[in-house]
């Protein structure tokens, strides 16, 4: 389980990033991490990773501070950022090295999962593309067998191709001992992983529901002569005549709207407060 309790930092005495950030996460569930750009989505990895430090509350990870950066922490988590380097040597000797620092770390499933995207493990990362090298760190991610994975950006770099291979992997991946944290603005490349939603905005966290929750409290659609004015929560025009979110009172689940969802939330995060924290 990650805890944060009244979380305080800002990376200058003038401006915070997050001001009280309180929430709980736990392993069992795909977590898409939501916001705008600034929004403190990678500043929150790197506090859950010990790359950064609070300057008020308390975060615990597993029962941890990571900020104390004890081994038991870092051997179990892996966070891939969006900006990364690789060693100048072969994958194959990069999983055979680093893989050591994790109990679990399986260098034929590494192999497996860049044989799947077409990546020689031979070959030096140095001499990769930028799509290669972002394979190759998240397929020894997923071969690390941490039960917490944190991915910034997995996808930004990736073809067609490649994001289905990813999704496959992930999906294969995923048990109900793992917490996996998306943090990502391509959402409809991973709306299908996604079970959890969490969106950040101005320092707070203004959605936090897992997707059934909002299936079952809200309906996601194009407003019409059907839908009385006075039952829409949100519009994304003030004439009525483009998407719409309602109050799902038929009892039916459909599907979410990530995007929808997202320009909502920053817009009127009020409708939430309102219907999904309704019992």
């Excluded at 305080?8 to 929430?23: D, E």
């Excluded at 070959?123 to 039960?147: D, H, M, P, R, Y």
């Amino acid at each position: 389980m990650i805890q944060f309790t009244e979380v305080q930092f800002g990376y200058s005495r003038t401006k915070n990033v997050f001001r009280n950030l309180s929430f709980t996460i736990s392993p069992g569930h795909i977590y898409g991490l939501l916001g705008k750009n600034g929004a403190g989505k990678t500043t929150m990895l790197k506090l859950i990773s010990g790359l950064v430090f609070p300057h008020g509350g308390t975060i615990r990870c597993a029962g941890l501070n990571p900020g104390n950066r004890e081994p038991e922490w870092l051997a179990g988590m892996f966070l891939v950022p969006e900006i990364f380097s690789l060693p100048d040597m072969s994958a194959n000797e990069f999983g055979r090295i680093y893989g050591a620092f994790y109990p679990h770390f399986s260098q034929s499933q590494f192999v497996t999962n860049l044989s799947g995207w077409n990546v020689d493990p031979g070959k030096n990362c140095k001499k990769l593309s930028l799509g290669e090298k972002q394979k190759v760190i998240i397929a020894f991610a997923l071969a690390t067998g941490v039960n917490y994975l944190f991915l910034d950006e997995p996808v930004a770099h990736m073809d067609i191709l490649s994001k289905t291979f990813f999704r496959k992997m992930l999906a294969e991946a995923f048990d109900d001992d793992r917490l996996i944290m998306l943090s990502t603005h391509m959402v409809r490349d991973l709306d299908s992983l996604i079970d959890h939603v969490l969106i950040l905005d101005e320092g707070s966290m203004v959605v936090d529901g897992s997707l059934d929750e909002i299936d079952n409290r809200l309906s996601f659609g194009r407003a019409n002569t059907v839908i009385p004015k006075d039952k829409i929560l949100w519009s994304s025009d003030e004439a009525y005549a483009g998407s719409v979110i309602t109050e799902n009172l038929s009892g039916i689940p459909g599907k979410v709207d990530m995007e929808l969802l997202f320009q909502a939330a920053i817009q009127s995060p009020h409708i939430f407060d309102a219907v999904l924290t309704r019992k």
